[in-house]
């Protein structure tokens, strides 16, 4: 496949039940994307692992041994990204967002600690597997100050070296409650080290709060992927976050594969 033509990099989930339903997905898939609950999977092309560790806070050596468990059975890794969670080292979630709980760790020391894990999880990785992390989105809880910031994500990854997994329905909701425009908040986030897209649609709840409900993209999200790509050529995977139906996600898929190649 050519670089300029994004693989579609679909996750591993509960959606593979049965052998026939995992297969019908890996047949409309380019490669899969491993989560932590699956890292004992065994299917082929496991070329993508997103990690839930978070570079910015402190990890123990377990967790460095559990880093280097993926880099030796994840034969086929490309890339691995992680999370930018929160600025509490042990928040509470509750209803879907994070509230405080533990310690608040300072900007400076989570861009301090970042600097400290990188150097370590590049010497695990090596140069052939790419690293990259991810924008979260924001609630109004203190839990996600200063960390879905778009000058805070772009000093981790620029301060690093390493790439950048856009996820647009994230981006959507942070902007929505940081009361930004959508547009000038994608602007200042690294787009330029841009390596992986996730899609999904966001909804709302019973109060009409905008929340991360990974929902069927619609025509809206797809066409605002299709510009992300033919503005950054330098995407290597999309990805389509929904889980609810098979059906669905397949016919997704085959809708993305038409119209990428197009």
Request: with cysteine; charged share 30%.
């Amino acid at each position: 496949m050519e670089n300029n033509i994004p693989m579609l990099a679909t996750p591993i989930s509960h959606l593979f039940k049965s052998d026939e339903q995992a297969k019908l997905i890996i047949n409309h898939s380019d490669c899969l994307e491993c989560r932590d609950h699956g890292i004992d999977k065994n299917y082929e092309n496991q070329e993508v692992f997103h990690c839930e560790l978070q570079p910015i806070h402190h990890l123990t050596e377990d967790q460095f041994i559990y880093l280097k468990k993926i880099k030796e059975t994840k034969k086929d890794l490309k890339l691995i990204s992680f999370h930018l969670a929160s600025c509490f080292d042990d928040p509470k979630l509750e209803r879907g967002r994070f509230i405080p709980r533990g310690n608040k760790i300072s900007r400076n020391t989570l861009i301090k600690k970042a600097s400290e894990n990188f150097i370590r999880i590049k010497q695990i990785f090596g140069s052939s597997i790419q690293l990259a992390v991810e924008n979260n989105n924001h609630y109004k809880t203190e839990a996600y100050d200063y960390i879905t910031r778009p000058e805070f994500i772009s000093e981790i990854v620029e301060q690093n070296d390493i790439r950048f997994l856009f996820d647009i329905a994230h981006a959507r909701i942070s902007a929505v409650n940081q009361d930004v425009f959508f547009e000038d908040y994608i602007n200042k986030l690294p787009m330029d080290r841009l390596i992986q897209i996730h899609i999904s649609k966001p909804g709302y709840n019973n109060v009409g709060e905008i929340i991360d409900k990974h929902e069927l993209p619609t025509e809206e999200e797809i066409s605002e992927v299709l510009h992300l790509l033919e503005t950054h050529k330098e995407v290597r995977y999309l990805t389509v976050e929904y889980y609810r139906n098979t059906d669905e996600l397949v016919s997704l898929l085959q809708i993305l594969k038409q119209k990428i190649n197009a």
